[in-house]
């Protein structure tokens, strides 16, 4: 993977930051929005980033098995259960995740 990756966290702060809230595109649930967007953009872009998301997810697990934090994740999904703020950060960082991705879709359809 090259330095100017597809999958760096900044971007995923900095759209944390951003008030979408006034774009029409992103009324609604937002994971259905994503849904609507993957399954009706033309093939080629839907699989281009459903590869990115896929990757990303690899270089996740791959990241955590070389680093030994198996059990440190584990610990961290177990404790999601019973932890709303967690959760709700987890959601949070998943609305952000489709956003930044109907981004990847929607401008490569420009």
């Avoid at 760096?8 to 008030?19: G, V, W, Y």
């Avoid at 980033?49 to 990757?55: K, S």
Wanted: charged share 35%.
């Amino acid at each position: 993977m090259d330095v100017t990756s597809p999958f760096s966290l900044s971007d995923q702060k900095e759209a944390s930051m951003r008030d979408y809230s006034e774009l029409e595109i992103f009324e609604g649930n937002p994971l259905d929005k994503w849904n609507d967007i993957i399954f009706h953009a033309s093939k080629k872009l839907s699989k281009k980033e459903l590869e990115r998301l896929l990757e990303l997810l690899a270089l996740l697990e791959t990241f955590i098995e070389k680093e030994d934090l198996e059990e440190k994740f584990e610990s961290f999904a177990k404790a999601l259960r019973m932890d709303e703020e967690l959760q709700q950060k987890i959601e949070n960082r998943k609305t952000d995740i489709v956003i930044q991705s109907m981004a990847n879709i929607l401008s490569g359809n420009e």
